[in-house]
């Protein structure tokens, strides 16, 4: 493996492990301070509850855990090929290592709980998790990074 490649495999591990770290972080806050169930108001049009998602994002295939399971790994070891085929592509480290780690972040839940813990509920969408967010995220800069080298 070049140097180039190491170090790209090298990042885009820092930025998985900093968006598990800080998704699993937040969920522990909350899971200590509210009770399930509970709702507390934060900002205007936005709610921080304790809820579980037993489906994928925004609780589409509620309770098809298996299914989900296997999703999320053939969906992140498309990635990860990906990746390993162009890892030294500038900047493509950064939203794989992103999208990564929000989905290792929510495997850890339903590896651990059988459900992610869900906790940012707007009004009008969905509650989700910062997890969720580094994912979403994470694609959108996937698709800029892959447009941008075109």
């Given at each position: ?13 820092v930025a998985a ?11 522990q806050i909350v ?73 290792a972040g929510n ?44």
């Amino acid at each position: 493996m070049t140097g180039a490649r190491r170090r790209a495999w090298g990042l885009a591990a820092v930025a998985a492990a900093t968006a598990v770290l800080v998704d699993q972080g937040t969920k522990q806050i909350v899971v200590h301070s509210l009770a399930r169930g509970e709702r507390h108001k934060f900002f205007l049009g936005v709610d921080i509850v304790n809820v579980r998602n037993t489906g994928i994002a925004f609780g589409a295939l509620s309770g098809a855990g298996l299914a989900v399971t296997l999703l999320t790994i053939a969906a992140v070891g498309g990635l990860l090929v990906y990746f390993a085929r162009h890892a030294t592509t500038p900047l493509l480290w950064l939203p794989v290592g992103v999208i990564a780690g929000g989905a290792a972040g929510n495997f850890a839940d339903r590896i651990r709980i059988g459900a992610v813990v869900d906790f940012i509920d707007p009004v009008l969408w969905p509650a989700f998790n910062l997890a969720d967010a580094a994912i979403v995220i994470g694609i959108l800069g996937l698709l800029y990074v892959i447009e941008r080298q075109r």
